[in-house]
Every structure is written in C-alpha cells, then in structure tokens.
C-alpha cells in the first residue's frame, strides 16, 4: 500500500487481505498441527543439504517475486502506466487469486514434505504423497504460486504485473524439471508416481 501511494485503494487492499488471510491461516495450520513443515517453511532460504543448483534458483525466485510484488502497485496506482482495467477482468483477477491462495493451504495440508529448498529430507523419513491436489498435478505448490503471480496483477490492474508473474511461474517450472529429476533417483516410488500423474504444473499443459 505504501508502493501505491494511496491507502484509500480498494484492490490493493482486497489483494492484501488475501494474501494476509491466505498466510495467517496456513502458518497457524502448521504451527499447531504440523511443526515439522513449519520450521521447514521458515528455515534458511539457503542450506546445507540443499541441491547446489536450487542456491541460484531460489534467489532468482525471490528477486522475481520482489519485482512482480512492487511493480503493480507502483504500475497500477502511483505511476498509472496502465489503463484501467474493467471491473469484470478484475473480478476474474480476484477469483484466480482466490484459488491460488486457497491451493498453497490445501498443499500444505496435504503435504508435510512441501520445504522451500529443493532437498531430501531424510531425517523427516520423506514419502510420496499422492492425494488431494497432488493427484492431479505433481507440483500443487508452483500451480498455486502461478495462479497467484497471474491473477494478482488483473485483481489490481497492473499490465506490467503480468509479465513480471510469467517470468516467476517460468522460474518455478524449470525449477520443478530439477526437482523431479532429484525425486525420480533418490525418493522411492516417485518415478511410478509420474506415470500416474502426467502433468507437472497445469494438466494437458505441462
């Protein structure tokens, strides 16, 4: 809200709000059912087990995520580079958030193994996980995160947002190319899990 200069926004705020309700509501999940993924979650972004490739990945996540977050407020509110878009487009912006918000709780949910570094956990006695969202597409995480990075820039009205959410939703796939490869030869049954689940991020996209 800051970035925009006005706190009187209305989309900002609706945007805030999701994304505040959206994390309270998975972090207090985890903190009292699920320990274990919540220390996971808010450990180093960089650590020791951690695949060597991931450490350049996950810093080009976070500098994407950082453009993708100030650039809309600043594009749609402050600087008005973008024309204003219809209110049935940011409807539709909303809802796509909406499910975005709602796949990252129903991910964590549904798997405890969900860290943020690319790694085997083998202390944690690491499994396949195949349920819920996780038997439609292999990675519920990125699909959400993609979602997200898409739908947030329509909810507010932000042209410059769109392409700035594609850049992170195409670091998050060819991260999952590298994080398969890592599961199909260390994690057991992961490679037969493929087969019964084809589609990675989007089905019959990819």
Same mark, same amino acid.
């Given at each position: 809200m800051w970035a925009s200069g006005d706190w009187k926004w209305v989309e900002g705020w609706i945007f805030v709000a999701l994304f505040f309700v959206a994390s309270a509501a998975a972090s207090f999940r985890m903190y009292f059912r699920d320990p274990g993924l919540f220390r996971e979650r808010y450990s180093s972004p960089i650590q020791k087990d951690q695949k060597p490739w991931d450490k350049t990945v996950i810093m080009l996540i976070s500098l994407s995520w950082l453009v993708w977050y100030f650039i /809309?407020?600043?594009?749609?509110?402050?600087?008005?580079? *973008?024309?204003?878009f219809p209110i049935w487009l940011k409807i539709v912006g909303c809802l796509i958030s909406a499910l975005g918000f709602w796949m990252f709780y129903e991910t964590f949910k549904e798997n405890t193994f969900a860290a943020p570094v690319v790694k085997m956990q $083998?202390?944690?006695?690491?499994? #396949? @996980?195949?349920?819920?969202?996780? =038997? @439609? #597409?292999?990675?519920? +995480?990125?699909?959400?995160?993609?979602?997200? !990075? @898409?739908? *947030?820039?329509?909810? #507010?009205? *932000? +042209?410059? =947002? &769109?392409?700035?959410? &594609?850049?992170? !939703? !195409? @670091?998050?796939?060819?991260?999952?190319? =590298? $994080? $398969?490869? /890592?599961?199909? *030869?260390e994690l057991e049954g992961y490679a037969d899990y493929t087969r019964h689940v084809r589609w990675r991020l989007i089905p019959f996209v990819f």
């Open positions: /809309m407020p600043l594009d749609a509110r402050r600087l008005g580079w *973008s024309p204003e $083998e202390q944690r006695k690491q499994k #396949v @996980i195949a349920n819920g969202l996780y =038997g @439609i #597409v292999r990675h519920p +995480l990125y699909t959400a995160a993609t979602l997200m !990075a @898409i739908g *947030s820039p329509l909810l #507010v009205g *932000s +042209l410059y =947002g &769109l392409p700035a959410g &594609l850049v992170l !939703a !195409a @670091i998050l796939a060819i991260r999952s190319l =590298g $994080e $398969e490869k /890592m599961l199909r *030869s």
